[in-house]
C-alpha cells in the first residue's frame, strides 16, 4: 500500500515508499537545497569532492592528489590566455551582432576549463573538440581567426586537424566521443602508452587523448558507447565533461540524478569533479588524468564543474528559462578574476602587466575583426571539393554543368 | 593461387586475408567476428591468425562500431567493420551520414576515412524482423559515402580489396542469401602488380549480351536475372544482362548504350519501389536515352512496406516470374 504524500510540494522528493525505495541512495542523495534549486544545480551540484586549488576570493590552496608547482609565470601565463581568449568570444559575440557572422558560440565563463585542460596537453595529444572549445584551440596553437569561417559560413573547419592535433569541431552532439575513443584505441594499438615510468620514451612518445563534451552530450548514446568500448579497449583517453549547468534551456537535472563525474564508477574508471572556474585546478587535474592515460591507466573523466555565462549561442534568449540571479551568483565565481585577484594580492603582477595584456587583447580582437570582414565568400568549385579523395566521376559532371550554368549568367551579364 | 571454386563467404574471407597480409594497418572489427568468425563466418579465422589487435571483437553497439572506426581512421588505419545484419545499421546511422561521409569535405581533404562498412543485405532466408532489408538507397543519399554490392565470388573477392585500398568510405553489400553459393574464384585475375593497388571494380558489367530487353540489377537478384534470361531464350525473347555492382556513384555508361540498343529496360531490386536506386535508373536512362526507348522503363522491386513475415517474402522478392511478366510488359508496348 501506497504511504501517505511526504511532501508534495517539492518534486525532488519521493512522494510514496515504494517511490522512495525505487530512488535509492542516488536519489536521497541527491536532493538539493533550496538555494541549489534557485542556482539551478539540483542533484548533481552537491559533492565536497570538487577539486579546487584557488578559491573565488584568489586564495591559494594545495591538493596532494593533484600536486603543481605554481609560478608566477604560470599563473600570469594563464592568466593572459583566458583575457585573450575571452576578448575575441566578446568580439564573436559582437560580429554577430553586426551581421558578420551567422552565429558565435561563447565560452564565457568556460575560460578556465578549457584553458586549463589545454595547458595540460602535450603537443603529441589529441583532442576532439565539440564546438565551444575556442580556448582549447588557443592553447593547440589555432589562431583565432581560423575559428571564424564555421561561423560566418565560408568553411567548416580552418584549421589543419592533423597538424594541430585538434580535430574539427563537431556540432552533433557527443560523436566526437567516440571517434575521440577510436583514436584513442589506436594509440594503444600503436604502443605510444606505458613507456617505463621516468624514461625517456614516457615524456617524447607517450600520448594519450582528451574528448570534450558538454552537460548534456552525457546524455547521448554515443558518449555511453564511447565509454564502453574505452573501457573494453583500455583506451588512452579522457572524458572531459565541461558541465556548464545548461543544455540550451534544459538544466542538467534533466540529463541526471546523479553527479556527472560519478558515472565513470559504471563504467569501471576513476572520474574527478573540479572546479571548472579555477584554472589551476583545471590544469593540474586534467595534467594528472592525460598522465594516468599516457601510462597506461587509462581511460579518466573529469566533470569541469562550471558555468555557462552567456546564451548558448548568438541566436539563444537565456531569459526564457534561467533566472538572473542565477546569473549573478556565478559572476562572482569568475574564472579570471580570481587569478587576478591572486596575482595582484602576492604582488606577482602590476597594474603595467594588466594593462599590457588587456592591449594586447584588443590588438587581438581588432585583427580578429579586420580578419573577419575581409573573408571571401567562396568560389563555386568549392561546393564539390573534397567530397571524396579520389575521383569522382558523377560530381565532376555536376560540377561542369553548374560552372556552365553559372557562365551562362556571365555572359548575359557582360558588358556591365 | 590457382582458380578455386569457392563460396561468396570464403571468397569475401580470402579478400579479407589478403588485405590484412599485405597492410598491417588493415583491421577488422565488429560484433562476433573474432573468436567466432562472424555469424556467416566471413571473418572465420582471421582473428587467429592476426591476434585481437587486428581483429577486435567490438562490445554490441553499432554507432561505436563505426564512431571508433573513424578515430581509428584519423590514426592511420583502415578498418574493415562489419553490421552484423542490414537492420541493425542504423544504430550507426547517424556516424555514417554525419561524420564518415563528412570529414573529408568538412576537413578539405586533411583527414581521408579509407573505411568499409561491410553489410549483409537482402531477403531469402527466412529470416525473422530487420534481418531482410535492403537499406542501400540511404547511403546513396549521401556525398561523402561510395555504396557498392557484389554478387559472385570473384566480385568478392575483387570489390573488397578494392573497397579496403580505398581512400573514401565504401559501404559494401554482401547479398546475405547468396553466402554459400559457389562460384570460381581467380585471385590473380585482376591483382595488382606487385606494389600497386588493386584495380579498381567499381564499375558496371555486361553479364550476358542480348537484343531485346536490358535487365539490370546488382547483388542477389543476380542469379534471379541469370535465370530468367535462360527462360526468356526458350521463348525466343533475348535479354541483355547487366550487373550495376556499383550503387554510388551509378556506373551508368554501360546501361545507357545498351539501352540505345535495345529500346526497352527492366529494373529490379529488392529495395522498397519509391525513392529507390531503381526510381534513380530510370530517370536518368530517360534523361540520357529518351529517344532510343520503345517503352517506359518498368521496375520490378520490393513493396513500400516494412519487410514482410518471411512466410511471405517469396511474394514480396523479385523472382523469376516477376522478371518475365515486367518482360512481357516492356515488350507489348
Known amino acids: ?416 | 593461387m590457382a582458380p578455386i571454386t569457392t563460396t561468396l563467404a570464403k571468397a569475401l574471407n580470402t579478400g579479407l586475408r589478403s588485405a590484412m597480409e599485405d597492410d598491417p594497418k588493415v583491421i577488422v572489427m565488429g560484433e562476433d567476428v573474432g573468436r567466432l568468425g562472424g555469424v556467416f563466418r566471413v571473418t572465420d579465422g582471421l582473428q587467429k591468425d592476426f591476434g585481437d589487435n587486428r581483429v577486435l571483437d567490438t562490445p554490441l553497439a553499432e554507432s561505436g562500431i563505426i564512431g571508433t572506426a573513424v578515430g581509428l581512421a584519423m590514426r592511420g588505419y583502415r578498418p574493415v567493420t562489419e553490421i552484423q545484419f542490414d537492420g541493425f545499421v542504423f544504430p550507426g546511422f547517424d556516424q555514417i551520414i554525419s561524420q564518415v561521409a563528412k570529414i573529408t569535405y568538412r576537413t578539405q581533404g586533411a583527414w581521408s576515412m579509407p573505411m568499409v562498412i561491410r553489410i549483409p543485405f537482402g531477403g531469402g532466408i527466412g529470416a525473422v524482423e530487420h534481418h531482410a532489408e535492403s537499406p542501400e538507397s540511404f547511403f546513396c543519399h549521401i556525398g561523402g559515402l561510395r555504396v557498392v554490392a557484389c554478387s559472385n565470388p570473384q566480385d568478392a573477392y575483387d570489390m573488397l580489396r578494392a573497397a579496403i585500398a580505398c581512400e573514401d568510405p565504401v559501404v559494401f553489400f554482401e547479398p546475405k542469401r547468396r553466402y554459400w553459393e559457389k562460384g570460381t574464384l581467380d585471385p590473380e585475375l585482376n591483382a595488382a602488380s606487385s606494389g600497386e593497388r588493386p584495380p579498381r571494380c567499381f564499375s558496371s558489367v555486361l553479364r550476358r549480351p542480348g537484343t531485346d530487353v536490358t535487365v539490370v540489377s546488382y547483388g542477389p537478384s543476380m542469379p534471379v536475372l541469370m535465370a530468367a534470361a535462360d527462360a526468356a531464350a526458350t521463348e525466343g525473347r533475348s535479354l541483355e544482362i547487366i550487373d550495376l555492382r556499383t550503387l554510388s556513384p551509378l556506373d551508368l555508361d554501360p546501361v545507357v548504350e545498351s539501352v540505345r540498343r535495345t529500346g526497352r529496360m527492366v529494373v529490379v531490386s529488392e529495395a522498397p519501389l519509391e525513392s529507390s536506386i531503381t526510381s534513380n535508373i530510370a530517370a536518368r536512362v530517360t534523361e540520357e536515352a529518351f529517344y532510343s526507348l520503345a517503352a517506359p522503363v518498368v521496375r520490378v522491386a520490393g513493396f513500400d512496406t516494412p519487410y514482410p513475415p518471411s512466410r511471405l517474402e517469396d511474394e514480396y522478392l523479385p523472382d523469376l516470374d516477376k522478371v518475365l511478366d515486367a518482360v512481357d510488359r516492356v515488350m507489348a508496348w
Open chain 1, 1 to 416: 500500500m501506497a504511504g501517505p504524500p511526504v511532501q508534495p510540494s517539492d518534486p525532488y522528493l519521493p512522494t510514496t515508499a515504494g517511490e522512495a525505495a525505487a530512488r535509492g541512495a542516488a536519489g536521497l542523495r541527491g536532493r538539493p537545497t533550496p538555494s541549489e534549486v534557485i542556482a539551478g544545480l539540483r542533484a548533481t551540484s552537491h559533492g565536497e569532492d570538487l577539486i579546487q586549488l584557488l578559491s573565488p576570493e584568489g586564495t591559494l590552496t594545495g591538493n596532494d592528489d593533484f600536486p603543481i608547482e605554481v609560478t608566477a609565470d604560470l599563473l600570469r601565463g594563464l592568466y593572459r590566455d583566458m583575457v585573450l581568449v575571452r576578448r575575441f568570444d566578446r568580439e564573436g559575440n559582437a560580429l554577430q551582432r553586426q551581421g558578420q557572422l551567422s552565429i558565435w558560440v561563447p565560452l564565457l565563463g568556460q575560460e578556465a576549463a578549457q584553458i586549463g585542460a589545454g595547458r595540460a596537453m602535450r603537443p603529441a595529444d589529441m583532442a576532439f573538440p565539440s564546438y565551444r572549445e575556442h580556448g582549447v584551440a588557443w592553447c593547440r596553437g589555432v589562431d583565432p581567426t581560423q575559428l571564424l569561417g564555421i561561423f560566418r559560413g565560408t568553411d567548416q573547419c580552418g584549421w589543419d586537424p592533423k597538424a594541430t592535433r585538434f580535430n574539427s569541431y563537431t556540432i552533433v552532439i557527443g560523436n566526437q566521443v567516440l571517434n575521440a575513443t577510436g583514436y584513442a584505441m589506436g594509440q594503444r594499438f600503436d604502443g605510444v602508452i606505458g613507456s617505463a615510468p621516468g624514461s625517456e620514451d614516457a615524456v617524447t612518445s607517450d600520448e594519450a587523448t582528451i574528448a570534450f563534451f558538454g552537460d548534456g552530450a552525457t546524455s547521448q548514446g554515443d558518449v555511453h558507447e564511447g565509454m564502453v568500448f574505452a573501457a573494453a579497449f583500455d583506451a588512452p583517453i579522457v572524458f572531459y565533461c565541461q558541465n556548464n549547468q545548461w543544455a540550451i534551456s534544459e538544466p542538467v537535472a534533466k540529463q541526471s540524478r546523479v553527479p556527472l563525474w560519478e558515472r565513470s564508477t559504471g563504467y569501471g574508471f576513476p572520474g574527478v569533479r573540479v572546479d571548472g572556474n579555477d584554472v589551476l585546478a583545471c590544469l593540474a587535474v586534467t595534467r594528472w588524468a592525460l598522465e594516468e592515460c599516457r601510462s597506461g591507466n587509462g581511460p579518466v573523466m573529469i566533470e569541469a564543474f562550471t558555468y555557462r555565462m552567456d546564451a548558448h549561442t548568438t541566436s539563444d534568449d537565456p531569459t526564457r528559462y534561467r533566472m538572473a540571479a542565477e546569473e549573478e551568483h556565478w559572476k562572482l565565481l569568475d574564472p579570471i578574476q580570481r587569478v587576478k585577484a591572486h596575482l595582484s594580492r602576492q604582488g606577482l603582477a602590476d597594474q603595467e602587466f594588466f594593462e599590457q595584456v588587456a592591449g594586447e587583447a584588443d590588438e587581438l580582437a581588432a585583427r580578429f575583426r579586420a580578419h573577419c570582414i575581409g573573408m571571401p565568400k567562396p568560389p563555386p568549385e568549392r561546393i564539390f571539393a573534397n567530397v571524396y579523395t579520389e575521383p569522382h566521376h558523377q560530381l565532376e559532371q555536376q560540377l561542369a554543368g553548374h560552372l556552365e550554368y553559372l557562365a551562362g549568367f556571365a555572359e548575359q551579364d557582360g558588358g556591365r
